[in-house]
């Protein structure tokens, strides 16, 4: 059994990539944002990579060069396997991820992809899922409050028990921490604790069940699910951005699944390699093989004609 007998509703046979030219699916990509009454934006690890974010090659190396030289770990190959180290101490940690998050989510302006990308959709009713923990569509201009970040966020720390329902606000500590880090290590009174149990704390990172869905995620969470009710009758664009088959049953599976059950639905798939669709929604949709920065470049190259 593979994932796809497994979890997705589309059987593996159905998938294709589609035949028009770059051209014409550009243009079919902008007919449907322009007549749009409202548009979806799924976004995974691969609209980051594509933004700039990437988390391997030499933008590991030149900000981990030490945490590779100290560990001599396999794990310390790029930003994402790092994570998973073992490190021998609290201290160890917190150096890590003090680094990491200033490296990817407090150090980082709004990449031009993801500007681009707002002033795409703009003047859409619009809102977002993202997979993504960066905080980068906040950023490039999203309001809070159309944002559900499912997986959590590089700025905020909890419980590493999940033992209370709260995320805190880490960015200032990690500033802190950054500046007095020593040999990889930060300093043992500055290594957070939890403030109801006492046990120590975690990145607000979805990695297993201890992972805390606070009352900002549940409220995001419901305006998902409200406007996907608002607008299930309207012309809905699902425009889908670098999501893969890490997590596929977050974004990719249901969003084919809404534009197989809603007629007034469509798809846009921009992905690196993996943009094939569904077959039976071909008519409605358009999936892009390619570097996402240079297709939205395209797209809005061809926006005015
Ligand atoms: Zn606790």
Partial sequence: MNWQTLLSTTPASDYINQKEDHDEQIKKAINMIKEADAILIGAGAGLSTAAG????????TDNF???????????????YSAGFYPFPSEEAKWGYWSKHSMINRILPEAMPLYQ???????????????????????????KDEDVFATQGDYGE?????????????????????????KDCEIPSYMVPHCPVCGGVMAMHL??????????HWHRQAQRYHDFLKRNKHKKVVLLE????????????????KMAREHKNFSLIRFNLNEAFIPASLNERSVGINADIQKTIHDLLDEWEN
């Fill in 157 to 181: 720390i909890q419980c590493a028990k999940g033992c209370h329902p709260k995320v805190y606000d880490a960015r200032e500590l990690f500033i802190r921490m950054d500046q007095a880090r």
């Fill in 206 to 215: 979805r990695c297993d069940d201890t992972f805390v869905e606070d009352e």
């Fill in 53 to 60: 974010l990437a988390y391997g090659g030499k933008r590991f």
């Fill in 116 to 142: 681009q990308i707002y002033t795409l959709v703009k003047e859409k009713e619009v809102f977002v899922i993202t997979t993504n923990v960066d905080h980068q569509f906040y950023k490039a201009g999203f």
């Fill in 241 to 256: 951005l670098g999501v893969g088959f890490n997590t596929p049953v977050i974004i990719r599976f249901p969003f084919e």
């Fill in 65 to 79: 060069q030490e945490f590779i030289d100290k560990y001599h770990s396999p794990y310390m190959s790029d930003m």
